[in-house]
């Protein structure tokens, strides 16, 4: 018997790519993978291995900036639900999100199996209500779904994020491989240090010798154009995100606050600097299956509390990161991947 299976994860970029585990878990048991995303998470959804097919709907109780929720709004994408002829769902969220208004309109769809992690009563929503102890990475969170609903990873898959490959080639951008990459910006500005400070980040690294490349999206140029300065390449708004992946995959190391690009380091193997303001746990979030150098204040004030911007003057989860103790860390990061590509030898 055909399955035809569906997994929704509706946030952002970062969130889809660490979904990436429990998607090839899935992919590995039924015929064909429908990815459901927001419109802020397409693009990633469109680099995971197992994937058939990506569609996107921005799901009012989700999004960050959520439209109104209308009844042809919920009909079309009810409809185009019931078109896929779906049989079985896993509804992938973060533990502040409830995915009952979702498995309602699964279930309005025709959809006739739905699993998900569930704190609330889900009635007759969902045949699978899971639970999960702990806090562990949002990865196994999501792949511990995927489990407990029959669907284990194939032998030889360690687990880790990934992307789809071949990536573009990228070297007319940024050169031989082996720079260090400075992403500057996160989704809210709560994540991200001030452009001074990732300025200052850079200069240190280019005065240490290293090439640098400055990545972010086309609304960030103006952040990316300062904080390269003359000391590196800025390539603000020059990428796709499968670019943006190539860029990442050729350098030595990653410098990221917690943001979409650091897990995309992760999903192709690179170490990454983490700049992480505790606002979540880094328990959680921080980039995983990668050697991680951890930099920032935990136990600031800010700690846990998902703000979205910082009500601590000067921001000292992150302004009091030192750009010194970014080379030190980077440095260190880089000796260890050259190590492993080397197998050990000097």
């Not at 739905?114 to 969902?126: R, V």
């Not at 299956?289 to 004030?301: E, F, K, R, S, T």
Request: charge should be negative; include cysteine.
């Amino acid at each position: 018997m055909s399955t035809r299976a569906l997994v929704a994860r509706m946030d952002n970029v970062g969130d889809v790519l660490l979904a990436g585990p429990c998607v090839r878990a899935v992919a590995a048991h039924v015929d064909s993978l429908t990815l459901l995303t927001g419109p802020r998470g397409r693009a990633g959804g469109e680099l995971l291995p197992g994937v058939d097919q990506v569609i996107s709907w921005c799901a009012p109780w989700i999004d960050p900036e959520p439209p109104p929720l209308t009844s042809a709004d919920a009909h079309a994408f009810i409809d185009r639900i019931r078109a896929l002829d779906v049989d079985t769902a896993l509804i992938l969220t973060s533990f502040h999100q409830s995915p009952l208004p979702l498995a309602l309109l699964l279930r309005m769809a025709g959809v006739g199996w739905i699993g998900a992690i569930s704190e609330d009563y889900p009635g007759s929503l969902l045949d699978l209500r899971h639970r999960v102890d702990g806090d562990p990475p949002e990865a196994e969170r999501a792949l511990s779904l995927a489990e407990a609903a029959g669907f284990r990873l194939p032998p030889g898959d360690d687990g880790k994020l990934a992307v789809r490959r071949p990536l573009p080639q990228v070297e007319g951008l940024t050169g031989e491989p082996g720079y260090v990459v400075v992403h500057p910006a996160a989704s809210v500005p709560a994540r991200q240090p001030s452009a001074l400070r990732s300025a200052s980040i850079v200069a240190a690294l280019a005065e240490a010798g290293h090439r640098v490349v400055v990545t972010g999206a086309p609304s960030e140029r103006s952040l990316t154009a300062a904080v390269a300065g003359t000391h590196a390449i800025d390539l603000g708004g020059a990428t796709s995100l499968a670019e943006l992946a190539a860029v990442l995959d050729a350098a030595g190391v990653v410098v990221a606050p917690n943001t979409g690009p650091a897990h995309l380091a992760a999903a192709v193997g690179t170490p990454v600097v983490s700049l992480f303001a505790p606002v979540v746990p880094a328990e959680r979030w921080a980039p995983y299956g990668v050697p991680v150098a951890m930099l920032g204040d935990q136990d600031a004030p800010c700690r846990d509390s998902r703000a979205r911007e910082c009500f601590v003057l000067g921001h000292p989860c992150l302004e009091s990161i030192s750009p010194q103790q970014v080379v030190a860390v980077a440095e260190e990061l880089t000796a260890g991947r050259e190590c492993l590509r080397t197998g050990g030898m000097s």
